[in-house]
């Protein structure tokens, strides 16, 4: 148990659906970030948010959506998704966004778009 | 344009014997780089980390090392256990860039008994 959760655990949705991932975590941590992982490839950011900053990552498609409503929820609004946007989603949390301060993960949302 | 490399997708050893997972950068303004372990069904967890000013970082039965001239860093596990079976993330980053991670691929360390 690392302290950050991660719901819900598989997703399987259309490509005209609109869901939700949500994550909560419970390490009075200040930032927040969200990960993609897709099959064979190395994790990659997407969103940061922080005390400090908010940071979207320019190439992540407007069909995501982060919210993030206090320090301790997290939330990944999906709509109109691709086939090719199934992945592990993770989720992680940290002190601060700044400098080594160590990111904690969540077990991650399985999404698959038929 | 993949700034962290890990070659290997998968490494088997003995228990007992000394298991080394390699990793390549090609940025070279990356001054602190991470190791994580991830095992199925879970997310990654933090293992051991070494900043550039190093070249060497040490805990318990984990060392990690830092080659700058070559952009290159290694995990040491010794002894390996079957517990160490897990995919091993080699991260790194700018220290001076805030938090934003840069993940190698992964590699799937098997230990067998």
Not at chain 1, 55 to 82: A, I
Request: hydrophobic fraction near 30%.
């Amino acid at each position: 148990e690392t302290g950050v959760t991660q719901t819900p655990r598989h997703l399987v949705m259309g490509m005209t659906n609109k869901k939700s991932l949500k994550c909560e975590q419970h390490l009075g941590h200040n930032a927040m970030y969200w990960y993609k992982q897709s099959a064979k490839k190395p994790l990659e950011l997407m969103f940061v948010y922080s005390l400090e900053e908010r940071v979207e990552n320019n190439s992540v498609p407007s069909r995501f959506s982060p919210e993030c409503p206090n320090s301790s929820h997290l939330f990944l609004h999906l709509h109109t998704l691709q086939p090719e946007d199934s992945a592990l989603y993770l989720c992680a949390s940290s002190h601060t966004s700044a400098r080594r301060d160590t990111q904690y993960f969540g077990p991650g949302t399985r999404l698959t778009v038929l | 344009d993949q700034q962290v490399k890990q070659n290997s997708p998968s490494l088997s050893v003995q228990e007992g014997r000394i298991s080394i997972l390699n990793c390549d950068y090609t940025n070279s303004m990356f001054d602190y780089f991470l190791w994580y372990k991830k095992y199925p069904a879970e997310g990654p967890t933090f293992l051991i980390s070494i900043s550039s000013i190093k070249d060497k970082n040490e805990d318990g039965r984990f060392t990690v090392f830092l080659n700058k001239s070559a952009k290159h860093l290694s995990l040491h596990i010794v002894p390996s256990q079957p517990g160490d079976s897990a995919v091993y993330f080699c991260a790194a980053m700018v220290e001076t860039s805030g938090s934003r991670l840069t993940f190698g691929e992964g590699t799937q360390l098997t230990v067998n008994p």
